[in-house]
């Protein structure tokens, strides 16, 4: 490793200034699709919520100061003629900002209080700091003046509409500095206990470390794996609220949340370097599996919604991971994973199967982690040949793990169901040429121009090479320069933002790609790696993108493309291709 320990540059405008731990970052997004003109700190505590915004200020008029925002993993600046702005974290709930030439507002984003809404601003005497308290985070943000001079206070103790919060600006012998807090109720009043320089070196020692972990492979042939490891890094929360582990954020935009099929990405990408936080990634959903198995849709950290689930790709991912693992699980980590598999996938044949019927089904495009998929138009309770494929995985996964905690009898069991409900799927859902999805109250068949027809290529090795050699044929038809749309764009369905009815998203761009890679369609897997690689070093790591144009699309900072980059580079990087 050189000696420069910097990391990568980004643009907050897509990618949240942050850090491993902290449940607030620093950015102008503010909400979903919605970009404020200036800085602000956005905490994902009771959901995502600007709670402050920070302003450098033109020292000889008092306006807002032209600046230009530069980002590293340890270091965020202001930089304008007159002089500049720094802002670095000091610890998952604490940032240090410095600054000379350039007075700064730390003002409360909501102009308006209400006994349920707004924040509340006042001078703590107790700690001679100033305090907001956000009524929408439950959180207090505690300012303290480290030097320089509070210019001026603006609403302090102040009810209903205005502005409230403080200027500093630098006294003659100096720049001025601050600390902002985010706590709960009380602590001691805070005490610098490191320069400000030092505070940077820290920060960006922590990410080039965590880097380092997880992707030690990186060279100039895998030119955005430092960014990858920034955004699944700076995603990352402690345990706080409903988040029983250390997290990894979908993003610190608005897709804040764990879903219950993304966190299996985000666990793969992170098992040879950081083993520990990728066991917690894949358990994490599974700590709230309620009475009959189900996973939750998603969790946060104050919410748990149950109305839907996501597939169960957790065998296809478990099997994945064990192998992946740096340290390897041991026997009391095996029982309990297969303890909490097997309540999941008795979920899927008991809550999820018609009376007398052999396949599972889905409630709602939902269910499947494709929302408005176009398989889903004419029925949504539907039976597909992705979900039964991920359950025969599932199910081949659980005997797998039998075996490994000595239970041989159950082993046996969980082999005989694979192979009756890929059985099944083969006779009931193939059509000679495609796989058709059936409606479960009107016994109607149908298909679709959508890729998720085509993800029963997850089966790899144990789909009869026939069938598979259909799929791969179909799947290239997906492929644009870019990656594979989620519908072909020849469609009339096809919709360039469509969500999933066209865009290129990273799951199904890993399952495809290890589906094809096992079954021996060796050349395609390469072609759709390398140019989903592609893809994120010129675009970034978008929710999704546009399959036509590669512009990223939704949110700008999302993990599982993150790691499904980090992914797809560490086998590049592997197998030395190209």
Not at 80 to 99: F, I
Not at 485 to 509: C, F, K, M, N, V
Request: glycine share 8%; net charge negative; hydrophobic share 40%.
């Amino acid at each position: 490793m050189t000696a420069d320990r910097s990391g990568p540059a980004f643009s907050v405008h897509d990618i949240p200034f942050s850090t491993y731990g902290s449940w607030f970052g620093i950015s102008p997004v503010v909400a979903e699709k919605t970009t404020a003109e200036d800085l602000h700190l956005v905490s994902h505590q009771n959901g995502m919520h600007a709670v402050v915004s920070l302003v450098p200020l033109d020292a000889a008029t008092g306006g807002r100061a032209e600046t230009r925002v530069t980002a590293t993993p340890g270091l965020l600046s202001w930089i304008g003629d007159a002089g500049r702005v720094d802002l670095a974290y000091e610890s998952p709930d604490t940032v240090r900002l410095r600054g000379a030439g350039l007075p700064l507002r730390v003002s409360a984003a909501a102009r308006t209080l209400t006994p349920f809404s707004g924040t509340y601003f006042f001078h703590d005497a107790a700690t001679d700091a100033h305090v907001f308290t956000s009524y929408e985070t439950g959180r207090r943000y505690r300012v303290t003046v480290l030097s320089g001079t509070v210019a001026d206070t603006f609403g302090s103790q102040a009810l209903g509409s205005g502005d409230r919060g403080l200027t500093v600006t630098a006294d003659s012998d100096g720049p001025w500095e601050i600390a902002i807090e985010e706590l709960d109720t009380a602590r001691p009043a805070y005490v610098r206990a490191t320069v400000f320089d030092k505070v940077v070196e820290a920060a960006r020692n922590s990410f080039a470390d965590f880097v380092d972990t997880v992707a030690p492979w990186r060279s100039s042939a895998t030119p955005a794996a430092e960014l990858a490891a920034y955004v699944v890094w700076s995603a990352t929360v402690h345990p706080a609220g409903l988040v029983t582990r250390p997290g990894v954020l979908m993003s610190k935009h608005w897709m804040d949340k764990v879903w219950s099929w993304d966190h299996c990405f985000n666990a793969l990408a992170l098992a040879p370097g950081q083993p520990g936080l990728a066991w917690d990634q894949y358990h994490l959903p599974f700590d709230h599996q309620d009475g009959t198995g189900a996973l939750p849709d998603s969790v946060t950290h104050s919410e748990v919604l149950r109305n839907f689930v996501k597939p169960p790709i957790h065998g296809w991912a478990f099997g994945h991971l064990r192998r992946r693992l740096s340290t390897p699980p041991g026997p009391v980590e095996l029982a309990e994973t297969y303890d909490r598999l097997t309540r999941w996938t008795d979920f899927w044949l008991t809550a999820r199967r018609a009376p007398g019927a052999a396949l599972p089904h889905y409630e709602h495009g939902n269910d499947s982690g494709w929302d408005n998929a176009t398989v889903f138009d004419p029925e949504r309770v539907v039976v597909t040949a992705d979900l039964a494929a991920f359950l025969v995985l599932q199910l081949r996964e659980l005997a797998e793990l039998a075996a490994l905690v000595r239970k041989p009898d159950e082993a046996r069991r969980w082999s005989r169901a694979a192979e009756a409900t890929q059985k099944a799927m083969l006779e009931q859902l193939w059509s000679g040429d495609r796989f058709v999805a059936r409606g479960v109250d009107s016994g109607n068949t149908w298909h679709s121009a959508g890729l998720l027809d085509l993800m029963p290529i997850v089966l790899g090795e144990h789909l009869p090479d026939e069938i598979s050699g259909v799929l791969a044929a179909r799947i290239e038809a997906h492929l644009t320069p870019y990656g594979l749309a989620t519908e072909l764009p020849a469609s009339p369905h096809y919709l360039s933002d469509g969500y999933w009815r066209g865009p290129i998203w990273a799951p199904a761009t890993v399952l495809v790609e290890d589906g094809l890679r096992r079954a021996g369609h060796h050349r395609l897997a390469d072609e759709i790696s390398a140019r989903f690689r592609a893809l994120c070093e010129n675009h970034g790591f978008a929710e999704n993108f546009d399959a036509l144009t590669g512009t990223g699309l939704r949110d700008r900072a999302y993990t599982w493309t993150a790691s499904g980059y980090l992914l797809l580079a560490e086998a590049h990087a592997t197998r030395g291709d190209g």
